[in-house]
């Protein structure tokens, strides 16, 4: 075997280091969701709370690998959203900016990490405000959630991208509620945080992907927006897009200054992951960021809502398809749900019914846990 191809076959889960790599930036990525979840109060701002998370992130990764040889790139590797109502993903706004929470609101907290590239995301959601949660916005996030207890059952290896998305879809409409179109599901690598096998929320003739076999050691990040209203996202004002990504297969020779300025302090703080533009000088970003997303240097994350009125939860999770079953690693405790509605469909209660290990046929030896292997707890 080549140095070449021992190095592409070490960076998946059959190496025990990139476990205890993604089991390290999962650890985090839970830690900084609680962390984020505390300081959600009313009248709070909500860029104070995402530069927490952010910081937290950032704090937490860099007191890892510090003594290793060779420099292990480590850190966000997705900024910290939290998107009220009606607002469905990526709202993380600059640092002037004013909104701060009200009691009662539903929020989605959306963040992740990475360790030498090994990316571990969570989102969650949660309704602002003591007791439990009843009627319309219960029945909404205990749609996502049991969409992605499915989905965790259903992928695995031998079994087809198509059949999650069925099924969550099924889940969705016990709870009558709506899978929010354009939601991707994608595979993870090192540095890849949406890698070409994807997962779709909702087929429709609008979106394809290719037809997919999920496969043993590959890691996904699986992602399910659920909504109250038509699940037809929106975006309503293109100046609350704060997340990108450097689109590293393209080239153009911009023209401003203050955007070559720009993309040249992204070039060597953020040339893979996404980032937000808080973190750049923000008078020279607003100027040279339109120039960059113009000419498709950079992907942008924009904010999307539903309408006003509707619901909106979000589940997010990291799983990693070990040879002994599912590990979702990153996730949270919901607050005590009380839906309208139970699931009674028996292919679902099924579906849920499934385990997550894997039983080995034979006597085949197995493989003996790394420690971080408690990193499942999570999905209390």
């Not at 602002?128 to 009843?134: E, F, P, Q, R």
Request: glycine share 6%; aromatic share 6%.
């Amino acid at each position: 075997m080549s140095d070449e191809e021992r190095e592409e076959k070490e960076l998946d889960l059959s190496s025990p280091e990139v476990v205890t790599k993604y089991k390290s930036a999962a650890e985090i990525v839970n830690k900084a969701l609680q962390l984020v979840l505390s300081e959600c109060k009313p009248r709070a701002k909500i860029v104070d709370i995402c530069e927490k998370g952010d910081s937290f992130i950032r704090e937490q990764s860099g007191n890892m690998y510090k003594n290793v040889k060779k420099k292990i790139e480590r850190g966000v590797a997705f900024p910290t959203c939290i998107s009220v109502n009606n607002t469905l993903c990526h709202f993380s706004p600059l640092a002037s900016d004013k909104a701060v929470l009200e009691d009662g609101d539903m929020i989605k907290i959306d963040l992740g990490c990475h360790i030498d590239g090994f990316i571990a995301v969570v989102a969650h959601t949660h309704v602002l405000h003591g007791g439990s949660v009843t009627g319309r916005q219960a029945d909404v996030i205990a749609a996502a959630n049991t969409a992605a207890e499915v989905a965790l059952r259903l992928i695995r290896p031998g079994r087809k991208n198509k059949d999650v998305t069925d099924a969550i879809q099924k889940v969705a409409t016990a709870y009558d509620c709506k899978i929010v179109e354009g939601v991707l599901s994608h595979q993870l690598k090192q540095f890849v945080i949406d890698g070409n096998k994807v997962v779709l929320s909702v087929s429709n003739p609008d979106t394809r992907v290719d037809d997919a076999e999920f496969e043993e050691n590959e890691v996904y990040a699986i992602d399910i927006v659920t909504s109250t209203g038509e699940g037809k996202p929106r975006l309503l004002d293109e100046k609350q897009t704060t997340i990108y990504k450097r689109a590293v297969d393209k080239n153009y020779h911009l023209k401003m200054k203050a955007s070559r300025f720009i993309f040249s302090e992204i070039g060597q703080k953020f040339p893979i992951m996404p980032f937000t533009a808080r973190a750049l000088e923000e008078k020279r970003a607003r100027l040279g960021l339109v120039e960059c997303v113009h000419h498709d240097l950079l992907q942008p994350y924009p904010v999307l809502h539903e309408k006003p009125g509707d619901y909106v939860a979000h589940i997010k999770f990291t799983v990693l398809l070990m040879p002994n079953g599912s590990d979702r690693v990153t996730s949270h405790p919901l607050q005590e749900l009380h839906p309208t509605k139970t699931i009674d469909d028996p292919e679902i209660k099924a579906w849920l019914a499934l385990g997550l290990k894997t039983k080995k046929k034979g006597g085949g030896k197995k493989k003996k846990g790394k420690k971080g292997d408690k990193a499942e707890g999570g999905s209390m």
